[in-house]
């Protein structure tokens, strides 16, 4: 038998999302302990880790399955939020989300406008169900050409995916430009993932557009990548079309429990992303005043950076070889560029010394 004659022709020729490795792997590869792993590829955020879990992971009933309505989890999201319960949907992470959107909307050879250099799994979903993206390149300072997205839309579109702040550039899509693609009638998704760090949202807009649909996260601002959470805001119809054809148990429930307990705690945890924000802008001074380098604003919780005549390849590894590992990018839009995310106070302390002795 022969498997490759079995398996469906265009999935066969999807590139695999690269995804990062963990602490753990990364201190094994490069024989430094992991405890001197400075983490800065994946924008997560160290500080998810002071939550108290204890005592509120021993009382889970392991035993039995989770809630397929998510119920107090969609209570406790209405209350963070302020939308109404029937507004909103869990998924296992906003990467989920992605997936049942697209699996609702997009047919095979239907199109997907995403905007370059953006976050992969827009096109990475669309590719596997079978449909066209077409990626409208961001202008010279990575905001969005709106022109040349709406020269884009035909009968055969469907979606438009924006993620706003933007990974891996940083940057907001302004109300005019989510106002000008709403009324152009294609489901708008704007991922807000990195929302609390921005505090700037279109979720207001819900009301007055059904073809709207926010995602957020609790991977960034509350550090709880591992627990794989986030949500939907929506209009009540889309809502319920998303809650039946979700995987019955998509939350499990540690991660139910833990981000009901990450609400309760958002003030804690919103003391820590303004220090995210601070490093933030330090990493960003630092590489802003070094000559001959491009760091680009950001509303989010890392940095893009372009290295001008200094290849980001060479600095990348320098920085691996001291524990420091930041991200860096096949796209050839950013190619030269490294992204780093904002860490601990002293990772960043540790982060800006070793680049001040490469970039000299
Ligand atoms: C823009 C954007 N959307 C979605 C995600 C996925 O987030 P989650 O961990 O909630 O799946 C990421 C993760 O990096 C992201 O940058």
């Known amino acids: 038998m022969n498997l490759d004659n079995y398996i469906r022709k265009h999935i066969k020729n999807i590139p695999f999302y690269e995804g990062v490795d963990p602490s753990i792997k990364l201190a094994e590869e490069s024989g430094i302990l992991p405890e001197d792993i400075?983490?800065?590829?994946?924008?997560?955020?160290?500080?998810?880790?002071?939550?108290?879990?204890?005592?509120?992971?021993?009382?889970?009933?392991i035993h039995e399955y989770p809630d397929p309505n998510q119920k107090l989890l969609r209570k406790s999201l209405s209350k963070y939020t302020g939308k109404k319960i029937d507004q909103l949907v869990a998924g296992s992470g906003s990467d989920e989300l992605i997936d049942i959107l697209i699996r609702i909307f997009l047919d095979q050879g239907d199109k997907l406008i995403d905007a370059q250099p953006t976050f992969?799994?827009?096109?990475?979903?669309?590719?596997i169900q079978g449909a066209n993206v077409v990626s409208v390149p961001r202008d010279e300072n990575f905001n969005l050409d709106l022109e040349s997205i709406l020269n884009q839309i035909d009968k055969s579109t469907k979606m438009i995916f924006l993620a706003s702040p933007n990974n891996p550039t940083g940057n907001l899509a302004s109300l005019k430009e989510i106002k000008t693609l709403l009324e152009s009638?294609?489901?708008?998704?704007?991922?807000?993932?990195?929302?609390?760090?921005?505090?700037?949202?279109?979720?207001?807009?819900?009301?007055?557009?059904?073809?709207?649909?926010i995602l957020r996260s609790f991977s960034k601002w509350a550090g709880l990548a591992g627990l794989r959470i986030g949500y939907a805001i929506s209009n009540p119809k889309l809502i319920q079309r998303m809650l039946l054809i979700k995987q019955p148990y998509n939350i499990n429930s540690a991660a139910e429990q833990v981000a009901i307990l990450a609400m309760n705690k958002k003030k804690n945890l919103l003391t820590k992303v303004e220090i995210l924000i601070e490093q933030k802008e330090l990493i960003f001074e630092f590489l802003k005043n070094k000559k001959g380098l491009k760091a680009y604003p950001s509303s989010a919780n890392f940095i893009l950076c372009d290295f001008g005549q200094y290849d980001s390849n060479d600095v990348f590894n320098q920085l691996a070889q001291k524990g420091i590992f930041v991200r860096k990018f096949s796209n050839q839009l950013i190619s030269n560029c490294l992204r780093i995310s904002s860490g601990t106070p002293d990772q960043t302390g540790k982060l800006l010394q070793v680049l001040d002795n490469i970039i000299s």
């Open 185 to 213: 009638e294609l489901i708008v998704v704007v991922d807000e993932t990195y929302f609390e760090f921005a505090n700037k949202s279109y979720s207001g807009l819900i009301d007055d557009y059904e073809n709207l649909v």
């Open 120 to 127: 992969g799994m827009y096109e990475f979903f669309a590719k």
């Open 38 to 61: 400075i983490k800065l590829n994946a924008n997560e955020n160290p500080f998810g880790k002071t939550l108290a879990l204890g005592e509120n992971l021993s009382s889970i009933n």
